[in-house]
């Protein structure tokens, strides 16, 4: 099972994009890539999924190069209210099976 | 509005107690999880079921427990709980065959044991 490296946390100002990279070395063939967001005392909140090259929603962009062994969650513009930890993750295809979260990102915004 | 509820949000037990855990999704999803989740080591999946009475093992099923008996209820039982199990648990669900990875969270109970 593929496991996902990311930076510890990371910090930034109101109105300027952010850019959180992982790590993937090992994702397999049949493996989607998906990132979550979690405020403090909530349970994660799904953000965006990709397979390859990049998809885009009124939230956020992913990045992901050919390989696939990394991807990028871009936040244009991000708030205060972006302040949350950021999870990536691989699983199988559909359905999730086995996912596996790393320790996430913590992003703190600040004013 | 999809929605997945725990039991409890906040909960304390002794030692030993047996402990119950439900979360109940009212999306008729096949997939039900059941991670805890302990600063800095991010969720790790303790159990997780793809149907009524079918459940699989995750990272970290040792002390813990699982029962689904109808499609929208899934249980996570702690036998003797220890306090080494004193963490927040979430419960997620997610519908199968779909393309998308998007699992739905409950708030979380937060578990201490004494």
């Known amino acids: 099972l593929a496991k996902t490296t990311q930076p510890i946390s990371m910090d930034s100002y109101e109105g300027q994009e952010v850019n959180i990279t992982c790590s993937h070395n090992?994702?397999?063939?049949?493996?989607?890539i998906t990132w979550y967001q979690q405020f403090p005392s909530q349970g994660p909140r799904f953000i965006i999924q990709?397979?390859?090259t990049k998809v885009t929603n009124e939230v956020a962009s992913l990045f992901i190069p050919a390989d696939r062994k990394s991807s990028t969650l871009s936040l244009p513009r991000v708030s205060l209210s972006d302040t949350a930890v950021y999870y990536c993750?691989?699983?199988?295809?559909?359905?999730?099976?086995?996912?596996?979260f790393g320790a996430g990102t913590r992003l703190f915004v600040k004013a | 509005d999809v929605k997945v509820t725990q039991s409890s949000r906040y909960l304390v037990k002794r030692t030993g107690e047996k402990v119950f855990l439900e979360c109940v999704q009212d999306?008729?999803?096949?997939?039900m999880f059941w991670y805890r989740q302990d600063p800095g080591l991010g969720l790790r999946l303790i159990y997780f079921?793809?149907?009524?009475?079918?459940?699989e093992k995750g990272d970290i099923p040792e002390g813990y427990s699982v029962s689904r008996e109808k499609k929208e209820r899934f249980s996570l039982i702690l036998e003797s709980a220890s306090t080494n199990q004193t963490s927040m648990y979430l419960c997620?669900?997610?519908?199968?065959?779909?393309?998308?990875?998007?699992?739905?969270f409950g708030p979380g109970t937060r578990l201490t044991v004494t």
């Open positions: 993750l691989v699983a199988h295809g559909a359905g999730g099976f086995k996912t596996i």
């Open positions: 090992n994702i397999a063939t049949n493996d989607y």
């Open positions: 990709g397979y390859k």
């Open positions: 999306m008729d999803h096949e997939n």
């Open positions: 079921s793809y149907d009524v009475k079918m459940k």
């Open positions: 997620a669900s997610i519908l199968a065959g779909e393309d998308s990875n998007e699992q739905y």
